[in-house]
């Protein structure tokens, strides 16, 4: 699973739960920390305010607010200077393609 500082939410508990239930490896950079429930509140002007109204717990009592989830295999990427190339996107592929390939251990 590919995550980086824009993955937030829903997605950094996706992340969590994928990297706790051993499902595959967790590849990128550090989540952004934003997991609070939020409710939509819509304005008198038409606009919409969202307002964080809760936390969220994993794992029953531990919370991702402010610490995100950091990756099993740690590829910065400085989308500035990629010319192009994905290095997180790379290493993924390398990662499953090597998974695939290998023989199964017994």
Same mark, same amino acid.
């Given at each position: 699973? *590919?995550?980086?500082?824009?993955?937030?939410?829903?997605?950094?508990?996706? $992340?969590?739960? =994928? &990297?706790?239930?051993? %499902?595959? #490896?967790?590849?990128?950079?550090?989540?952004? @920390?934003?997991? #609070?429930?939020?409710?939509? /509140? *819509?304005?008198?002007? @038409?606009?919409?305010?969202?307002?964080? !109204?809760?936390?969220?717990?994993?794992?029953?009592? &531990?919370? +991702?607010?402010?610490?995100? !989830? %950091?990756?099993? %295999?740690?590829?910065? =990427?400085?989308?500035? /200077? $990629?010319?192009?190339?994905?290095?997180?996107?790379?290493?993924?592929?390398?990662?499953? +393609?090597? $998974?695939? =390939?290998?023989?199964?251990?017994?």
């Amino acid at each position: 699973m *590919l995550v980086n500082s824009g993955s937030r939410s829903s997605k950094e508990i996706l $992340a969590f739960g =994928f &990297q706790q239930s051993k %499902i595959g #490896l967790v590849i990128g950079t550090q989540t952004a @920390g934003a997991v #609070l429930a939020g409710r939509p /509140y *819509l304005m008198r002007d @038409g606009s919409l305010l969202y307002v964080a !109204v809760t936390n969220v717990f994993v794992n029953g009592n &531990q919370r +991702l607010e402010g610490k995100g !989830v %950091i990756p099993d %295999i740690n590829i910065p =990427f400085s989308l500035e /200077y $990629a010319q192009g190339v994905d290095p997180q996107k790379q290493t993924a592929i390398e990662t499953v +393609l090597q $998974a695939k =390939f290998s023989p199964i251990d017994k």
